[in-house]
């Protein structure tokens, strides 16, 4: 069965210390990956996707197929990175499967 | 550019009525998704049409029904609403891109059925 498993519903750091978003995915063949990301009174709008190997906003995430695993990383958190963020992935077709989303809260 | 669209913003419904939620897509974009995200969860699957045919559905019984125009708007229906169909309603817009594939959210539709 897909699945992806976002441990942890609140994760809150400092201002300028990493940030480390976990992401596992459950997945027979070769998913798409995605983040998500919902800022404050906005819509959901994509953060990056594993196929793009980019970093956006100083965030990357790099697919680990042998754990599974599609974390979401930044060096030094800033203040307005502080929103929703939620791992998605595709699989061979037309249906995206999502997390249940963690919400990141930067302290200044 | 215009961006995904929705309507209504908020609805209120009794148990055993039917609605319709309506999505415009973006402009260029011939595919649409609707979810179903509940307080505290993350968006969950409910199906997609593409050029005016659904091509793909998730676990969602069938009184959860779809349309696309040939404009690419769309529309949801639900029938005989039950309690836990109180959600927020997305809908996603897209185009298979070389790249991969990106996905444009609405701002959503929050029913709440009594």
């Known amino acids: 069965a897909q699945r992806v498993t976002q441990p942890e519903k609140l994760l809150s750091v400092f201002k300028g210390a990493p940030v480390e978003l976990k992401c596992n995915y459950s997945y027979s063949g070769s998913p798409e990956l995605f983040w998500y990301v919902q800022y404050s009174r906005q819509r959901l709008q994509l953060l990056l996707r594993h196929i793009s190997r980019e970093s956006i906003k100083g965030f990357t995430a790099d697919l680990n197929k042998g754990e599974t695993s599609f974390h979401l990383k930044k060096p030094f958190a800033q203040e307005e990175d502080s929103a929703m963020y939620y791992c998605a992935l595709r699989g061979g077709g037309f249906k995206t499967i999502f997390g249940a989303g963690t919400r990141l809260f930067v302290k200044a | ?114």
Not at chain 2, 1 to 21: A, C, D, F, M, N
Not at chain 2, 22 to 51: E, K
Not at chain 2, 72 to 78: G, M, R
């Open chain 2, 1 to 114: 550019e215009t961006g995904v669209t929705q309507s209504p913003t908020h609805l209120i419904k009794t148990r055993g009525q039917q609605v319709t939620l309506r999505c415009s897509s973006q402009s260029g974009h011939n595919t649409v998704s609707w979810y179903q995200q509940a307080l505290g969860q993350g968006p969950q699957f409910i199906f997609q049409y593409y050029r005016e045919e659904e091509n793909g559905r998730g676990n969602f019984p069938p009184r959860f029904s779809g349309l696309q125009f040939p404009n690419y708007s769309s529309e949801l229906n639900v029938n005989a609403l039950e309690l836990d169909d109180s959600a927020l309603y997305l809908c996603a817009s897209s185009v298979n891109q070389g790249g991969g594939y990106e996905q444009y959210f609405g701002p959503g539709t929050r029913l709440t059925v009594t």
